[in-house]
Nanobody, 122 residues
Framework: QVQLQESGSGLVKASQTLSLTCTVS??????????WSWIRQPPGKGLEWMGV???DGSTYYSPSLKSRTSISKNTVYLQMNSLKPEDTGVYYC??????????????????WGQGTLVTVSS
């Protein structure tokens, strides 16, 4: 059974960098045709897909976040720089098999972590 667990900085100041790790158990991030996404949900708003790294190391990002976001393969590591207070929200990692932009995270992603709250202070 695949399980995902997010961890990392919960309180970050504006303009600093966010670093989050997604620890995967029950599967390998190199499992064929797997794609590991980061998604976030600001308070009172819907889910926003951020980016994905595939089993072979290819990455795809939301156009609106591409300039500030990177995902690397080791532990599905998310880094986002130049944080703003509006980046506050719950951040999730999830796995599916969509190799590109995920338009419907709840439908396209099969297993989710429980999420971690990130608060950006001004």
């Amino acid at each position: 059974q695949v399980q995902l667990q997010e961890s990392g900085s919960g309180l970050v100041k504006a303009s600093q960098t966010l670093s989050l790790t997604c620890t995967v158990s029950g599967a390998s991030i190199t499992s064929s045709y797997s794609a590991w996404s980061w998604i976030r949900q600001p308070p009172g708003k819907g889910l926003e897909w951020m980016g994905v790294i595939t089993y072979d190391g290819s990455t795809y990002y939301s156009p609106s976040l591409k300039s500030r976001t990177s995902i690397s393969k080791n532990t599905v590591y998310l880094q986002m720089n130049s944080l703003k207070p509006e980046d506050t929200g719950v951040y999730y990692c999830a796995v599916g098999c969509v190799f590109g932009e995920v338009s419907e995270p709840e439908a396209d992603l099969e297993v989710w972590g429980q999420g971690t709250l990130v608060t950006v202070s001004s």
